[in-house]
Nanobody, 115 residues
Framework: QVQLVESGGGLVQAGGSLRLSCVAS????????ASWYRQAPGKQRELVAG???????NYADSVKGRFTISRDNAKNTVYLEMNSLKPEDTAVYYC?????????WGQGTQVTVSS
């Protein structure tokens, strides 16, 4: 079974940067795309960024120009580079990877941005 492990979260001051990583292991095939979501306390999960198999990307308006999603297929890894972090970016960030047959979620990594 495919498993996703996120890392890179932590505590950072406003204006700082973090790089999240999502490493997939197991039987991986036919990946259509990967995404990063986040969920803050009391709020619904929201899409932060996505990357399709062809390399196209999309971002939530709230993070455009600050976050960058990328991938390294050889390493089965998806990244989220987060710059100019704001307190409102504080949330648990989840990696999602999908194919035509399956969708997997990571356990999440906490990102806390202090004022």
């Amino acid at each position: 079974q495919v498993q996703l492990v996120e890392s890179g979260g932590g505590l950072v001051q406003a204006g700082g940067s973090l790089r999240l990583s999502c490493v997939a292991s197991g039987r991986i095939f036919g990946v259509n795309g990967a995404s990063w979501y986040r969920q803050a306390p009391g709020k619904q999960r929201e899409l932060v960024a996505g990357i399709a198999s062809g390399g196209s990307t999309n971002y939530a308006d709230s993070v455009k120009g600050r976050f960058t999603i990328s991938r390294d297929n050889a390493k089965n890894t998806v990244y989220l580079e987060m710059n100019s972090l704001k307190p409102e970016d504080t949330a648990v960030y989840y990696c999602n990877v999908r194919s035509a047959f399956w969708t997997k979620w990571g356990q999440g990594t906490q990102v806390t941005v202090s004022s």
